[in-house]
Structure formats: C-alpha cells, structure tokens
C-alpha cells in the first residue's frame, strides 16, 4: 500500500506541472494537533503567491474528489525555498557544487552541524568539501542535508 505522500504526489503531479512547476516534495506531518498536507513548488526563476494558488487551485478539487486522506487536514502549497532540503538522488546530483549545511544525529569531531560544498553523493553517503578538504558522512549517520545561502 502507497504511503499517503505518494498517493498525492501522482495525483497533483500532472496538476503542478500544468501551472508550469515542478512538484519538489509532498509532506504529511502533524503539528499541534492539526494535520497538513503540504506541496512545495519548485520553477526555473522562482516560485511566488501566484504560482501558489494557482496550484491549489488545480489541486484541491483532485483531493476533494479522490479523497485519498480519512479525517480532516489543512492543505498548504509553498516554495520549496531557496535553503530547501535535498532527500532524492536526483536533489543532490542537481545541486552537486552548492553550498549545503549537514546536520548529524551525533556529535563527530565536536560538532552535529557542517557548512561546505556538495561534492558527491553515493548510495546516501554525503561527501561535503570544508575548508578545501573532503569529509564522508555515512547515510546512516546524516540527520538532514539542506542548501545553504551563502552572502
């Protein structure tokens, strides 16, 4: 059985794409008591308001019809944003040669949290250049990988 981000993911994919985006991620999480189903857009120079809500728009009814959540939710549609997390192959392999930040689960060498260059990705393992010099993180070991804006 699909997990209820999959089965939203196809249903608003083709919707997304039709308002000239790209469906980045797809989250489903309980906050404070109230359950979200959120969207987060992506587009070549930017997501804004409107892309939001013409996205909405054309993916409301396709919930409302196709039902795929039992209970109430709040549903949410927004930029993937410029500091978004990478999860997917594909996410690294775009973005190979950006600034990212690296948190960990656990403390290695007094620190949870690295800031450097994504310079490779394999089998989940994160590869990051920090002060020119390659660092390995094991999949297993790597709390989240976002990018990072660097001024």
Do not use: H
Request: charged share 30%; with cysteine; proline share 5%.
């Amino acid at each position: 059985m699909k997990k209820i981000t999959e089965l939203v993911a196809e249903l608003a994919e083709p919707a997304v794409k039709s308002q000239g985006c790209e469906l980045w991620d797809v989250e489903y999480v309980k906050e404070a008591g109230t359950w979200y189903l959120r969207l987060y857009l992506d587009k070549e120079g930017g997501v804004d308001i409107l892309d939001c809500e013409a996205v909405s728009r054309a993916v409301e009814p396709l919930l409302d019809e196709a039902d795929p959540i039992e209970g109430s939710y709040t549903f949410e549609v927004s930029s993937a944003g410029c500091e978004r997390p990478l999860k997917r192959p594909s996410d690294f392999e775009r973005f190979m040669g950006s600034p990212v930040s690296l948190r960990l689960y656990q403390n290695r060498d007094g620190s949870k949290e690295f800031a450097g260059k994504l310079s490779g990705y394999d089998n989940g393992d994160v590869t990051i250049e920090v002060g020119g010099k390659p660092m390995t993180f094991s999949k297993k070991d790597v709390a989240l990988v976002r990018l990072r804006v660097e001024f």
